[in-house]
């Protein structure tokens, strides 16, 4: 029944979405929460059942029958739950769960409560489709999906003109990567005559030569879709307008759905990526530069949602890497533990926002620990592990990808990585000290009525910083922990080999952590210990300090360079070709139509004798032409 897994929050969507209205609003929780309460405890069942079968036969399939059949070719509403799935739906539906609980606290007071919580489900069963799907046509269903419910949901308050403004911003970027993918399904189809995974893997190696261009034009394809999805270079910019969109809708994007949609993509696809080396090369680098771009640039946000939506790009980055080197169970793992954390990062902040009615700037923020005791703990929780601080899960799951990358030859991304583990817990710490360390900088309104988020707010964030602090150690020991031992059947095993002695991997791991910790005291110094030296920097470095705060421009880059002349070039077309030749011939034909009309409208006069004389003409004209032509 693992069709069940998907179908469950769909139905839950629907029921809620269409009956909502004339619901109570604890009848609309209950079923949005027990609707992906279900799917998670079928997901823990279909788990379940998994280790109890031998390793490498781990697979669990179900079809709701034929989709398509034309030919030999055809399709099935097929669903697949192996290891990678497994994982997948378990962080869709677990944390997706606590994030439904904190949204009836937080979104409480909104009059679309019920359209709020119906997306919820919609995203979550979309996402459940891509996951479990046992093909790519169907994965692409769900694919679009996402994308469909992340424009409603970013969106959600829709009066607003930049929350509009950015659910068509995901959109329409989204768009220029799923056109890739599309392009690719159809090579797929061409070259394998199928779109199921266990036949396009079983016939790659045989129709696609190791290295050929073929095998790298179309992972590349796989690959652009991906980058739109999982906010890549150069598609990553719809991710931080995405903060306009209710905080649990940051969330769920951030940390279990959307955004690891690509990850997962390229995860999957990683028997026909191994036949194309330069693909996980561009993989690898892509992932590299993202992280540590992302990251400078989060380095000078004040919007407290922002900083972490530019961490978030930066992780999605450390797992491409990760996948590049052909380290995917550390990819992949990476996912998972930044699942938690990033969840707790959002939740947490989102708390924030909601003890201070909507403020998000840190800068008018500063000494909430008093106050805010759970949220404090629990963002100082998230921290740690999204600056990968030893024994957190973000550490554990960071360093084997820093370990991988190292060990394959890539010296440079290590270098890049490690750089960016430094970056990472600067930016997160100024964050911590400025928000909730210091003297307060509220005014005394917002400070007399500071107070903690309710329970169903508090709950998730206790939870997701349980997790946080613990779910790493199903990676212990690295690469051949419980989690890498799980995943072993699905992926193929690494092309590269271990280039230098394990024990060196303690070597490495302590100098990544020395350079976080590093970060950590910088932002200490800097922001805690001297405010008056962050303010010096800047007027030292003001073109840097610029450069980063305006994002590179890279925003108005794209708006100058594709944005403007499309606009520009759809104006041109629509004063010229549509309005003259377009508008121009139909309403031509319209203003024949009405002269020829009023012509023949003068035949109709009304008298007897005028109708008899056009008859009588008529007849002779006729009996004429047979006369001579008959």
Known sequence: MIWLIPVVPLVGSLVVGLMGRRMQRGLVTGIACGATSLSLLLSLMAFVRLLQMPAEGRLLRSSLGSWIASGDFSVSFGFLFDPLSAIMALVVCGVGLLIHIYSIGYMQEDRDYHRFFSLLNLFLAEMLVLVLADNYLLLFVG???????????????????????????????????????????????????????????????????H????AMLLTLLLFIGATGKSAQLPLYVWLPDAMEGPTPVSALIHAATMVTAGVYLVARSAPLFQLAPVSLEIVAWV?????????????????????IAYSTISQLGYMFLGLGVGAYAAGIFHLMTHAFFKALLFLSAGSVIHALAGEQDIRKMGGLRKSLRVTTGSFLVGALANAGIAPFAGFWSKDEILFAAYTSGHRLLWVIGVLTAAGTALYMFRLYFLAFEGKSRLDAHTLKHLHEAPWSMRLPLVLLALGS??????????????????????????????????????????????????????????????????????????????????????????????????????RAISESFDARIVDGSVNGIATLAIRAGSMLRRLQTGYVPTYILSILVGAVVLLGYLAFYG
């Open 143 to 209: 694919w679009e999906g996402v994308g469909l419910c992340s424009y409603l949901l970013i969106g959600f308050w829709f009066e607003r003109p930049a929350a509009a403004s950015a659910g068509t911003k995901a959109f329409l970027v989204n768009r220029i990567g799923d056109g890739a993918v599309v392009v690719g399904l159809i090579w797929m189809i061409l070259l394998f005559g199928s779109l199921d995974f266990q036949t396009v893997f079983t016939e790659a190696p045989t129709v696609l030569a």
């Open 211 to 214: 290295g050929s261009v073929t």
């Open 469 to 570: 602090a613990t779910v790493g150690f199903v990676g212990f020991p690295p690469e051949s922990g419980p989690f890498q031992r799980f995943l072993g059947s699905v992926f193929p095993v690494p092309v590269h080999e271990a280039s230098v002695e394990p024990s060196s991997g303690v070597v490495l791991a302590v100098a990544t952590l020395v350079m976080a910790l590093l970060g950590i005291g910088v932002a200490f110094w800097c922001y805690l210990r001297d405010p008056t030296r962050p303010e010096a920097l800047v007027a030292r470095y003001p073109a840097l300090h610029r450069t980063l705060f305006h994002k590179y421009w890279v925003d108005e880059l794209y708006d100058k360079v594709v944005i403007h002349p499309i606009v520009t070039s759809a």
């Open 287 to 307: 992932g590299g530069l993202t992280a540590l771009y992302a990251a400078s640039i989060a380095l000078v946000q004040t919007d407290i949602k922002r900083i």
